[in-house]
């Protein structure tokens, strides 16, 4: 900005010179141009024998001053008054106005610059005088007048010494204004920059800036200030994921120790196990086994990064469903599936929006009781799975997606807590909701159980697919 404002002054200042030394020089000429009347046409007898005398040094005019005299230019080149320091050099465009009565361009006069004898820079005015007798022969003249240019030149110094004054003074303002300016307006930036800079120093996100405004910085702080809040909370929540993971993968792994441990210890002193004994602690570490392979795959789909933007397949929600129903059959044998599907169509990975059916049915067969029933609806784009067991405790209601978290009256069954964690991820990713309530009291008065809902945007008719691209063979 400082740059421009000093180019603009500078073409001002330069601009405004040229304009004053162009006045200047016109009012000189206009000076002059009034200066000389006599009739250059046809001069009386009276003016010839004034110029002869003139010439001779006899006579001084009237428009003769202290400093310039005027200058009788012939048309062979000669001029007079002779031995005059202030009379105008002759110049080659002074002969054809002298000689012919018209200047190059066809005028009978023109203005130029020149110097005096002297050396004195003037402003000279060139006029034909006609044709004239002089000394006893007829000839043509002009007549050169002549004006000091040095109170023009002093004049234009003193404006150029002021503009260049003024325009430093501007300039200097202009650049101090331009700076201030930028030191408070990149306030916001310098924070910010301080601010990554301790995170990349330290290692800490969650540091954020002070924002004010709605200007294109204070967007950017406010960027900056939800980037490391995520990043806080994506460290802290991993940070969480890894120490709960460490906790449950404790017991089943020194469960796992304890099983194996005995197995090895019978084995070393030489006094096996009783046959029971044996299939019990064999059946144990199966258990562990299974148990420590489901808590790491729900692990790893919980660890998985968000997949990048691009193309999403389309599934059928109720063909996902009727998969993840065949599987829940196998798992629930004394329960019965009250089932209708229909069709709705979404966008979504096709592992990750299976896993989370499978464990929201498994979650209804874990807690159903036996003989019981698991009702499955999918209508209008809604997917509803309700179970008739022992519900779920008001207070318990906040924490049913959290990673690791399993209610009192669970604690005892199988699993790792990481189900439903994984039902609201897969959901969530989807661009869906998913939500668990206490199931409302059936037609027969019926009470208990739990109803997951899950919303997915999609449609009852699938979409049309993209034409595939041309083999290239």
Request: charged residues 20%; aromatic residues 4%.
């Amino acid at each position: 900005m400082a740059a421009a404002v000093s180019l603009a002054v500078v073409t001002c200042a330069v601009t405004g010179w040229f304009v004053a030394r162009e006045e200047m020089t016109a009012q000189v000429d206009q000076a002059l141009a009034r200066t000389w009347a006599p009739n250059v046409h046809a001069p009386p007898q009276a003016e010839i024998r004034a110029m002869n005398d003139w010439c001779r040094g006899v006579v001084t005019q009237p428009w003769m001053t202290r400093d310039t005299v005027p200058t009788v230019i012939f048309a062979d080149g000669t001029s007079c008054p002779p031995n005059e320091s202030r009379s105008v050099e002759v110049t080659d465009g002074d002969l054809p106005v002298a000689g012919s009565g018209t200047s190059e361009a066809g005028a009978r006069s023109y203005f130029r610059d020149g110097r005096l004898v002297n050396g004195d820079a003037v402003r000279v005015y060139v006029v034909s005088y006609g044709p004239v007798v002089f000394n006893g022969r007829p000839t043509t003249a002009a007549v050169a007048l002549s004006q000091p240019l040095r109170p023009v030149h002093d004049a234009l110094f003193g404006l150029a010494l002021v503009t260049a004054a003024v325009a430093a003074l501007v300039i200097a303002a202009s650049a101090t204004g331009a700076w201030w300016l930028a030191r408070r307006a990149l306030q916001p930036v310098d924070r910010l920059t301080r601010a990554a800079e301790h995170i990349a120093r330290t290692q800490e996100p969650g540091t954020t800036i002070d924002v004010a405004g709605g200007d294109e910085i204070a967007r950017l702080g406010r960027a900056f200030n939800a980037m490391s809040t995520a990043l806080a909370r994506s460290r802290d929540s991993q940070s969480q994921l890894i120490a709960d993971a460490g906790h449950e993968l404790r017991t089943p792994l020194t469960s796992l120790r304890t099983n194996i441990d005995l197995l090895v210890r019978s084995e070393e002193i030489g006094r096996p196990l009783p046959e029971g004994t044996r299939a019990r602690v064999f059946a144990n570490v199966k258990a562990q086994m299974v148990e420590l392979s489901t808590l790491i795959g729900d692990l790893l789909v919980l660890s998985r990064p968000v997949p990048a933007a691009g193309p999403v397949p389309v599934l059928g929600l109720h063909d996902v469903a009727a998969r993840a129903l065949d599987r829940a059959r196998l798992r629930g044998h004394s329960l019965t599936f009250n089932v209708d599907l229909q069709p709705w169509y979404v966008r979504a990975d096709t592992h990750t929006l299976e896993r989370a059916v499978v464990n929201l049915l498994d979650n209804a067969v874990k807690f159903s009781p036996v003989g019981g029933a698991v009702d499955v609806s999918l209508v209008s784009g809604v997917l509803t799975v309700r179970d008739h067991g022992p519900g779920i405790a008001p207070e318990d209601m906040p924490h049913v997606f959290d990673r690791f978290w399993r209610a009192p009256t669970a604690r005892q069954l199988p699993g790792s807590g990481l189900g439903l964690a994984i039902v609201a991820q897969a959901i969530h990713d989807a661009g869906g909701e998913v939500s668990l309530a206490a199931a409302a009291p059936g037609a027969d008065g019926e009470t208990g159980g739990a109803v997951a809902t899950v919303k997915l945007p999609g449609s009852p008719t699938p979409p049309p697919q993209a034409a595939p691209a041309p083999s290239r063979t």
